[in-house]
């Protein structure tokens, strides 16, 4: 199964975007620093291959 993980700012504009292929049925984890971003709050979407949303969340980074 793919899924991508997709990080938006305040305004709404995507800032990162990272795609996995996951193997089996379980537990999936994608692994994410924050390092790419400045601190902030950010949004964040999981999706399937097909667009379907998996998970909605928001996130803050502090630095």
Known sequence: MDATIRFFNQTGRE???ESQTFAGTGK???YFT???L???KYFYTI???IG???MNKSLLIVK
């Open 28 to 30: 999936h984890f994608f």
């Open 47 to 49: 999706e399937s291959p």
């Open 34 to 36: 924050g390092e790419q």
């Open 52 to 54: 379907t949303v998996i």
């Open 15 to 17: 800032v990162y975007k």
């Open 38 to 40: 400045p601190s902030g």
